[in-house]
């Protein structure tokens, strides 16, 4: 339809509006539709008026053609893309085809997405090679050994300034870490006495007494011990072994020297000592006797006094555990037998002290 207005120079303008029935345009043109002209408004260039197109549309229909695009704003006469129909996709080549997944397809994840299959048995392999160790001593010294069994790591945010060195090795190497509150370290730690640091790392596996002996020391003490287990006992022997030069801890159970609890005891001792793996107790003694070793066995209340006894340079020191002492077949493999002398108010001595005893006195004797 027509509309009119006088301008302020006299003259006469007309603007075309689109009517409200071309549906396809009316949504493309955002001009208001109240089919008043603004001032100023200059008449659409390539529009006819209304009339003109309803007589062009009644012609259109009356031989049965479809109505056509409308022509674009400004003359543009480029082919606008046709509407989808249901002979399928139009031929453009940015056209989007949805295909029905397969019933036979399987996703593969790459190990990276939660819904990837994780072996159960292989889980708990790792589990069982795996251990957490804590405490600031502690760890260091596991760092500046044996970083690479370093899995994963956990810190508070005080201790890691001097945990630089180890925190820059880790991000190089892609090895994980998390600075977390003192509350989440007691869970991934498992216990209040981490010292603000925990390490996830690979255990160490037991040597056997032939591959020890490869590379044992002219002078060496090596230090058996038969059913001692409590992990406080054996960080304290730990740290008292590191502390007097002894190589070798023979053990029924090496991953108990690997324990969190015994590592965080031995104060960074653990890293100085091997572990022999001593399954068969007795047969492991008789391999270092014959290896050169004396074998020495230990009473609270028979043998030797200790500051009588000789100590022979390359010798096993055969200690058990406190309530009973060592067994009858283990004292009896003894070429020397030893105590250590007291008043006699208390049975005996924690497990942990007289090992730190005997040790210092085969120290002062044969390495000081």
């Known amino acids: 339809m027509n509309d009119s207005f006088s301008g302020k120079n006299g003259k006469v303008k007309v603007m075309y509006v689109r009517s409200d029935d071309d549906g396809d345009n009316r949504n493309n043109d955002k001009r208001p539709s109240n089919n008043k002209g603004r001032p100023g408004d200059k008449p659409r260039q390539g529009s006819r008026p209304d009339d003109a197109r309803r007589n062009e549309r009644r012609s259109s229909d009356s031989r049965g053609d479809s109505r056509g695009p409308a022509p674009r704003r400004g003359g543009d006469d480029r082919?606008?893309?046709?509407?989808?129909?249901?002979?399928?996709?139009?031929?453009?080549?940015?056209?989007?085809?949805?295909?029905?997944?397969?019933?036979?397809?399987?996703?593969?994840?790459?190990?990276?997405?939660?819904?990837?299959?994780?072996?159960?048995?292989?889980?708990?392999?790792?589990?069982?090679e795996e251990t957490r160790v804590y405490g600031e001593n502690a760890c260091q010294a596991l760092f500046a050994s044996r970083p690479d069994a370093i899995v994963r790591a956990w810190f508070v945010q005080s201790v890691t300034p001097r945990f630089r060195e180890a925190l820059r090795w880790m991000a190089a190497n892609r090895k994980a870490y998390h600075v977390v509150e003192d509350d989440e370290l007691a869970k991934a730690s498992g216990t209040e006495h981490h010292g603000g640091v925990c390490f996830l790392i690979k255990k160490r596996q037991g040597l056997d007494a032939e591959t020890y002996l490869q590379t044992a020391p002219a002078k060496d003490c090596v230090l058996a011990l038969e059913n001692v287990g409590n992990p406080h006992n054996l960080g304290g022997i730990m740290r008292s072994c590191a502390h007097f030069g002894i190589n070798g801890m023979m053990v029924q159970d090496p991953a108990q020297l690997e324990s969190g609890a015994a590592v965080r005891t031995a104060e960074g001792g653990a890293e100085h000592v091997k572990a022999i793996n001593a399954d068969n107790f007795l047969d492991v003694l008789e391999t270092f006797r014959k290896a050169g070793y004396t074998i020495v066995t230990t009473s609270s209340h028979k043998g030797t006094a200790l500051g009588k006894a000789q100590l022979p340079a390359k010798m096993v020191l055969v200690l058990g555990e406190e309530s009973d002492g060592l067994s009858d077949s283990a004292w009896q493999q003894g070429d020397l037998s030893v105590s250590i002398g007291g008043t006699g108010k208390v049975e005996s001595l924690n497990v942990s002290v007289a090992s730190g005893i005997l040790l210092a006195e085969w120290w002062r004797q044969n390495q000081a």
């Open 79 to 128: 082919p606008r893309r046709p509407a989808r129909d249901d002979d399928g996709p139009y031929s453009s080549p940015w056209k989007t085809v949805s295909r029905p997944p397969a019933d036979d397809a399987v996703p593969d994840h790459g190990g990276i997405s939660g819904k990837s299959f994780i072996d159960p048995e292989q889980l708990r392999r790792q589990r069982q």
